[in-house]
């Protein structure tokens, strides 16, 4: 049985702290892979200051290179927008395979806000992953309050497999200052670079049965 990770976003751009904590993350949860789920059009965040999704492909590609992260277009087949639906296909599409879905420590104050966000959580598990100055914004996240119930320690989250969803823990990764915003502030042409790598992707074939 396959252990693969879960990783949205919309990698505007991707970048060496997306890649650094990715690699953490297979290593503490003892992933075969962990898959970057680029998305299309995130749908709570708005469209100006986006870059074009094949540049932000392109540059997931990059920095996905040579290792066990593979970038993905899944979302873009598909059709989905919401991480709940998404994960709902894959999770039906892969039977065999075991799935965790991770979150930047920063994106967990507005999970509350994330369609249908309760039944997410109750189809995988969930890893937390640390980021610099979050960890009080993290701990009152408005989603916690129903969340706390479900997390389990640090100590356990490689057994993941064996844990039954809801389930939720906490990483602490090597700290990673990068900042998608903070790159695009020092160059905001980024994307004419990448646009040019984002060549199409063949769909992820299903799972033999």
Do not use: C
């Amino acid at each position: 049985m396959r252990r693969i990770g879960l990783l949205g976003g919309s990698f505007n751009p991707a970048h060496r702290g997306h890649r650094r904590m990715s690699l953490a993350a297979i290593d503490a949860l003892g992933l075969d892979e962990l898959w970057w789920l680029v998305s299309p059009g995130n749908p709570l965040k708005p469209a100006a200051g986006m870059a074009p999704y094949a540049a932000r492909l392109g540059s997931a590609r990059l920095n996905a290179r040579r290792s066990r992260i593979r970038v993905s277009e899944f979302e873009a087949q598909a059709g989905t927008r919401f991480t709940v639906d998404t994960v709902s296909l894959i999770v039906r599409r892969w039977p065999n395979t075991r799935f965790i879905w991770l979150m930047g420590q920063d994106t967990l104050p507005e999970f509350h806000r994330w369609k249908a966000w309760r039944k997410l959580a109750a189809i995988v598990p969930i890893a937390v992953l640390s980021r610099p100055g979050y960890d009080d914004a993290a701990r009152v996240a408005r989603a916690m309050g129903w969340l706390r119930r479900f997390v389990r320690p640090l100590a356990t989250a490689v057994e993941w497999t064996n844990w039954s969803a809801p389930a939720i823990t906490f990483l602490r990764l090597p700290p990673d200052p990068t900042s998608a915003t903070r790159l695009r502030a020092l160059d905001p042409d980024w994307h004419d670079r990448f646009a040019a790598r984002a060549r199409p992707t063949a769909p992820l074939p299903k799972e033999n049965f």
